[in-house]
């Protein structure tokens, strides 16, 4: 990830496979934004953070779907390149809580993928822009979760590894995967990883890092989605749907 360049109905939980029922605890008064994926302000584009080169495409897709319309991310990479994905959904500079939660399908075949990236930025009232990074790390086979190892003004993103096991590659593939992911951070930017639900089991991180940068953004909510090639050179589909990010 770079880290300087970026980043409703509710959908009856019923209409969903049974493994939907959420894992994650959110209170009741928690604000939504729901089906992120049907957004039209998603943009794309190669991360300079990692090597070679990449690009992307994007379109809405009935079929693989949960709700009718899926958004799929077609990435294309030479030497490893990530292509980074992202759009904003709001903006509030008040909420600490926040749990991601969507359905992930990754086609068949799964080789081309190093890593993929599930992000949440949040400018603050003091104008640092707050990043909860999580990756599902095809290298280290463990899920990573972002900080910054500098100070805000001076800042270097640092990726930690957890102790949860993860890697892209063994996803089955061509089947939708539920993710949740929870985190809060502080008024100063301290950001403590809670767990990842992956397909109804939970997967704790237990880690709480500083992750505040001063990036010099307006105020904003937004999220990412970053797919990394792996190897020489290759292609990967993938898809996201029935994406909400709940806050408090």
Request: glycine residues 10%; hydrophobic residues 35%.
């Amino acid at each position: 990830m770079k880290y300087l360049a970026s980043l409703a109905f509710l959908c009856c939980l019923t209409s969903l496979p049974a493994v939907a029922q959420r894992s994650a605890q959110i209170p009741r008064g928690a604000l939504a934004v729901n089906q992120i994926q049907d957004l039209t302000n998603w943009q794309g584009t190669f991360d300079t953070g990692t090597s070679g080169s990449s690009t992307g495409q994007m379109s809405l897709q009935e079929s693989p779907s949960l709700s009718g319309s899926s958004r799929e991310f077609y990435t294309t990479y030479t030497n490893s390149g990530g292509e980074r994905y992202w759009v904003s959904f709001g903006g509030d500079t008040a909420v600490t809580h926040f749990v991601y939660d969507g359905w992930i399908y990754i086609a068949s075949p799964s080789n081309g993928i190093a890593n993929i990236e599930i992000d949440t930025d949040q400018v603050m009232s003091n104008g640092q822009t707050v990043i909860f990074g999580v990756q599902c790390d095809g290298y280290s086979g463990t899920w990573d979760v972002t900080k910054n190892a500098g100070t805000p003004q001076n800042y270097k993103g640092q990726w930690v590894h957890s102790s949860a096991p993860c890697n892209p590659r063994k996803w089955t593939t061509d089947t939708w995967h539920h993710i949740q992911i929870q985190y809060s951070r502080d008024n100063y930017g301290n950001v403590s990883y809670k767990a990842v639900w992956f397909d109804g089991a939970k997967q704790s991180l237990n880690a709480t890092v500083p992750s505040a940068f001063a990036l010099g953004w307006g105020s904003v909510l937004l999220t990412n989605f970053q797919v990394d090639g792996l190897g020489a050179s290759g292609s990967s589909t993938v898809y996201l749907d029935e994406l909400t990010i709940y806050r408090w």
